[in-house]
T-cell receptor, first 115, second 112 residues
Framework: AQSVAQPEDQVNVAEGNPLTVKCTYSVSGNPYLFWYVQYPNRGLQFLLKYITGDNLVKGSYGFEAEFNKSQTSFHLKKPSALVSDSALYFCAVRGGNTGGFKTIFGAGTRLFVKA | DAGVIQSPRHEVTEMGQEVTLRCKPISGHNSLFWYRQTMMRGLELLIYFNNNVPIDDSGMPEDRFSAKMPNASFSTLKIQPSEPRDSAVYFC??????????FGPGTRLTVT
């Protein structure tokens, strides 16, 4: 069965410091992994994805994520946080071509960036 | 592209009334998803379509909920009769072949 875990309900970081939002997954076959961000009163917005290739993927707004197959993780990172990065972040996973069609979303991690 | 369009943006109705939520996916996308988001339960997948065909409706809470996709550019989610516990934000999302999903702005439903 597919699953995704975001172990932290909330992450607090000071502006200018690096940030990490954690995500681990379980899936049949090769994983397709995604990060989304949700600002207040808005729909989820796609940030980045890993399908194949380079383990480090770069996305919107300076975010990046590293796929680690041995640890089944796909942590979201940013070298220098901004107050405007404060939002709710979702990790999502689906199985690859043999893993079925359903995308599973994590419970979300709320990021607070303090000025 | 206008993105995923949902209507209405807000809906307030009384218990027992029928509610219909509408969605226009991004042109060219072949997958469509309906989600419900609440503080208590987070983001829940209700149903998804591929090429206008329902693939998995296991997330639909009960028979009061139904969804249709009569063509590639339109989908509806209907609740009949509505109950206060249906109050939530309902999102529609679309994608190409179930890669990254693009979400609409949501419909905030309040059932009194």
């Amino acid at each position: 069965a597919q699953s995704v875990a975001q172990p932290e309900d909330q992450v607090n970081v000071a502006e200018g410091n690096p940030l990490t939002v954690k995500c681990t997954y379980s899936v049949s076959g090769n994983p397709y992994l995604f990060w989304y961000v949700q600002y207040p009163n808005r729909g989820l917005q796609f940030l980045l994805k890993y399908i194949t290739g380079d383990n480090l993927v770069k996305g919107s707004y300076g975010f990046e994520a590293e796929f680690n197959k041995s640890q089944t993780s796909f942590h979201l990172k940013k070298p220098s946080a901004l107050v405007s990065d404060s939002a709710l972040y979702f990790c999502a996973v689906r199985g690859g071509n043999t893993g079925g069609f359903k995308t599973i979303f994590g419970a979300g991690t709320r990021l607070f960036v303090k000025a | 592209d206008a993105g995923v369009i949902q209507s209405p943006r807000h809906e307030v109705t009384e218990m027992g009334q029928e509610v219909t939520l509408r969605c226009k996916p991004i042109s060219g996308h072949n997958s469509l998803f309906w989600y419900r988001q609440t503080m208590m339960r987070g983001l829940e997948l209700l149903i998804y379509f591929n090429n206008n065909v329902p693939i998995d409706d296991s997330g639909m809470p009960e028979d009061r909920f139904s969804a249709k996709m009569p063509n590639a550019s339109f989908s509806t989610l209907k609740i009949q009769p509505s109950e206060p516990r249906d109050s939530a934000v309902y999102f529609c999302a679309s994608s190409w072949d179930n890669y990254e999903q693009y979400f609409g702005p949501g419909t905030r439903l309040t059932v009194t």
